[in-house]
Every structure is written in structure tokens, then in C-alpha cells.
């Protein structure tokens, strides 16, 4: 079951949002692989964290949100290939909002590690 007002869920939610305007513009510009590339692992973020509300136990969440965290670093590697390359388009609030939801991710993670031996 879903929560309702989850902070993370909603952040994954309009993170994704972003990526997909983002995308469509690196295609605008024919940077086709790198878009399909971005799209595929910056959805894919919200697509885990959300498979994880519904974790049978506490280390299948914190797995889930593993592989969410996964997807993260991959967006992070895209994004920084268009930041660093002069001829990609780059929007900064992106790279603000994915350095925002990873910190609330790795904390979530860390501390549901702490709360497995409890």
C-alpha cells in the first residue's frame, strides 16, 4: 500500500516528470541515445521507489531502494555528460532536484539499515 504524502514518492514523481520535458528536448536536438539513455534510468527511479512501498519485509525495501539508488548514480552520469559537453542542452534545476533525491534516498536507506537489528 501506497502512503499518501511520501515525500520521496513525490519527489520521484516530478523528478520524472522533469526528465521526460528534458528528454524531449535533447531530442528536439538529435541527441537521441543519450536521451533514451536518461529517460530509461531517470524514470526508472520512481518506478523502484514506488515498487518499494509495497516490500514484503524491511531488507526487500531497503533492496528496492538500492536499485532505485542505482538508477540515481546512472541519471547523475547522464546528466553530467550533457553539462560537461558544449553541444547538449543542460538544465540545471535537474541536476539541483537528483542531488536532492539522493540525499533523501540514502537516508532512507541508512536508516532502515539502522532499524533492521531493532
Request: net charge positive.
Amino acid at each position: 500500500m501506497v502512503v499518501k504524502n511520501n515525500p520521496v514518492v513525490d519527489k520521484s514523481i516530478g523528478f520524472a516528470l522533469m526528465i521526460i520535458k528534458f528528454c524531449e528536448l535533447l531530442e528536439e536536438h538529435k541527441k537521441y541515445v543519450v536521451a533514451r539513455q536518461l529517460l530509461k534510468s531517470g524514470t526508472s527511479i520512481g518506478a523502484n521507489i514506488h515498487e518499494a512501498q509495497n516490500a514484503e519485509t524491511r531488507i526487500d525495501f531497503i533492496h528496492k531502494m538500492k536499485i532505485a539508488l542505482k538508477e540515481l548514480e546512472e541519471t547523475k552520469y547522464w546528466l553530467t555528460l550533457c553539462e560537461r559537453s558544449e553541444s547538449y542542452p543542460f538544465n540545471t534545476r535537474l541536476k539541483t532536484s537528483v542531488n536532492e533525491l539522493g540525499l533523501i534516498m540514502y537516508k532512507i536507506v541508512s536508516t532502515s539499515k539502522k532499524n533492521l537489528n531493532k
